[in-house]
């Protein structure tokens, strides 16, 4: 069975890298009218009358979405059925399938009744958050035989603490990308890194809102980069023995230096499809792998709680006696 669970497991995560990028798609082409105001039907009908490019893309990301949807549903209760007696299965199993359901609904409200920009943008997001549980279910399910053995590695609070306000904070920096995309903010600076095409303070006025988002993500997109260089670095030499800390380090650094390097090159040109979507690609690659470091702080902060436990119990005995 677990051999059958690795294939799924396999499977179910590339397929939903397929969603991520297929949202991303739909958005980045306006193809989200391209089935008109219903769902999940294209115009009303089964096999559609009239044929557009936008059609085929909004009706591909649907029955990609919904393949994808059968193969999680069958990972999670397969995985939560033979092997969820491991300690993080059963909630990854039931947070994979509840925000793929989500963001379907999220998806098919904005079809039927329509959304603001700014809660269209969360959509990216929460599918971010179903592929990182489906992404370490599957590992979960390599580690069985030890493919991804990381039983010895312990985290250290502190550092602990700053993987999960990266986390936090990636999540925000993701948001604002969404919102460029939404609100088709993405040209509103024709230069890179600055805005130099907007007069000093012009972007004040409330007409200049695109500039605003543009420049904010941005600003907090900076922040991130720095913020993990200088995390990978000051990480890397407390934990270069071990393998699984020091790899996923490096993916790190190298994730975020390319989710950079192609959000620059959206700018130089002009919003060419293949390149956004690889700047999609890399922060989803770089959100799995911060997934993956607070997996294993979780299991450190259980490890820690153990020996405190042990250590008071060991205290009362030796005070009984």
Known sequence: MIKYLKWLSVIATLGMVFVLLGGALVTKTDSGAGCGASWPLCHGELIPSEITPELVIELSHRLVSGIVGIAVLALSFLSWKHIGHIREVKFLSFMSLFFLVLQGLIGAAAVVWGQSDFVLALHFGISLISFAAI?????????????????????????????????????????????????????????????????PFSFMSTNHMEVWVQMGHRLAAGILFIWTILFVFKLIKQYQSSRVMYWGLISLA???????????????????????LLHALFISCYFGVLSYFILLSSRSAAKERTAIKDDKVDGNVSYIK
């Open 135 to 199: 992404f370490l279910l599957a590992l979960l399910i390599f580690e069985i035989d030890k493919k991804f053995d990381a039983e010895s590695l312990f985290i250290q609070k502190k550092h602990r603490v700053e993987i999960y306000l990266l986390t936090i904070y990636t999540f925000i920096v993701v948001y604002t990308g969404a919102l460029v995309r939404h609100t088709n903010s993405e040209l509103a600076c024709e230069s890179w890194p600055f805005c130099t095409n907007a007069k």
């Open 254 to 276: 190298t994730f975020i230096t390319l989710q950079v390097a192609f959000g620059a090159l959206i700018i130089f040109t002009l919003l060419n499809l293949g390149i956004a």
